[in-house]
C-alpha cells in the first residue's frame, strides 16, 4: 500500500529535518513525501533536494497562501491508497506508517486511523487526546483527530476527497478543516479507529499574550462555528449541536471565572460569527 503523505509548509526550516529523519528511518518504505513549498525562496527545496536519494519526494512551489487550498494541491499530486497530513514540525514514530498499513490490511471495513499527539516531552500539551482505543465519531472527533494524527484509505486516487478551501490557516474561517475533512467522510460511511498508544509528536503551543494572539483565537472561533453549521445544518448531524453547546458553555464559564478570559471571549466571539456567517 502506498502512502501519500501531503505536507504544505510555509515560514518554517529548522524544524523540517527533524520530520525528515523520521521519515528516513521508518520501518515501512512504500510512501512518498508531496511538499507544497508556499515560501517565496529556495530554502524548503535546498532541505528537500538533501533527502532525495532517501525519500521519494514530490516538491511542488505553490504561489498562493491557504492551508486547504494547498493541502488540496498535495492530493491532486498524490498516487497512494492512502493519505495523511503531516505538518512541516511534526515526527513520526518509526513504525508509525508499519502501524497504519498494517491496520488497514487487517481491518477493511476501516477507512479511517487516527492516534494521540503529544509533544516531545510526551505532554498532551498541543491538544488533549483520548487515552486507550475506541470508534472515530462525530461526537468525539476533538479528543481522536488532529490534522497530523488521520489517515484515510481511499483505495484508488478517484475516492479522494478535497478539503473546503474556505477552511482552515489563511482562509476566510480560519480553522475546522481537518475536522470538518475527517466529519465529511463519516457521513459518507467511512468508518475510523482511534489508538491512544500511538504516538505523532508535536511542539507545545506557545501562548502569548497580545493583538495577534486575539485575532488568532478569533479566527479559529470563526473557523469551528463555520464547521458547526456544515455539520448541523448542512449534514444535518444534530448530534454535533451537544458538542457546538459543550464549547460555548465552555468559553462562558472562562469569562465568568476569569480564567484566560482574553481567549474566551475572542473564541465565543469567533464561533458565534462563524455559524452565522458560513453559507454553501
Do not use: W
Not at 25 to 35: A, D, H, R, S, V
Not at 228 to 244: D, G, H, Q, T
Not at 256 to 270: F, V
Amino acid at each position: 500500500m502506498l502512502v501519500s503523505l501531503i505536507m504544505p509548509t510555509l515560514n518554517r526550516y529548522d524544524e523540517i529535518p527533524l520530520l525528515m529523519d523520521s521519515l528516513e528511518n521508518q520501518t515501512y518504505k512504500n510512501f512518498e513525501l508531496i511538499i507544497v513549498d508556499q515560501n517565496d525562496n529556495d530554502k524548503v527545496k535546498c532541505i528537500a533536494d538533501k533527502y532525495k536519494d532517501k525519500i521519494d519526494i514530490k516538491y511542488i512551489k505553490s504561489d498562493k497562501l491557504g492551508l486547504s487550498y494547498n493541502r488540496n494541491i498535495g492530493i491532486d499530486a498524490a498516487k497512494g491508497e492512502i493519505i495523511a497530513f503531516p505538518d512541516d514540525d511534526c515526527v513520526y514514530e518509526l513504525d508509525t506508517l508499519e502501524k497504519v498499513t498494517n491496520f488497514f490490511k487487517e481491518n477493511k471495513d476501516y477507512k479511517i486511523y487516527s492516534c494521540k499527539t503529544m509533544d516531545f516531552n510526551k505532554i498532551d500539551s498541543f491538544i488533549k487526546m483520548n487515552e486507550g482505543i475506541c470508534e472515530i465519531e462525530s461526537t468525539n472527533i476533538s479528543k481522536t483527530v488532529c490534522s497530523i494524527t488521520f489517515f484515510v484509505n481511499f483505495g484508488k486516487k478517484e475516492n479522494y476527497t478535497k478539503f473546503d478551501e474556505r477552511l482552515g490557516v489563511g482562509a476566510e474561517f480560519g480553522a475546522g478543516e481537518e475536522t470538518d475533512y475527517v466529519l465529511d467522510l463519516l457521513s459518507r460511511g467511512y468508518r475510523g479507529k482511534y489508538f491512544g498508544d500511538n504516538i505523532i509528536y508535536h511542539p507545545a503551543k506557545k501562548h502569548s499574550k497580545s493583538k495577534d494572539k486575539y485575532n488568532r483565537d478569533f479566527n479559529y472561533g470563526r473557523g469551528f462555528g463555520a464547521l458547526c453549521k456544515k455539520e448541523i445544518v448542512y449534514r444535518k448531524n444534530y448530534k454535533f449541536i451537544k458538542v457546538m453547546a459543550y464549547k460555548l458553555i465552555r468559553n462562558i464559564g472562562g469569562i465568568i471565572l476569569n480564567k484566560d478570559r482574553d481567549y474566551h471571549q475572542a473564541t465565543i466571539k469567533g464561533r458565534i460569527e462563524g455559524f452565522r456567517k458560513y453559507k454553501l
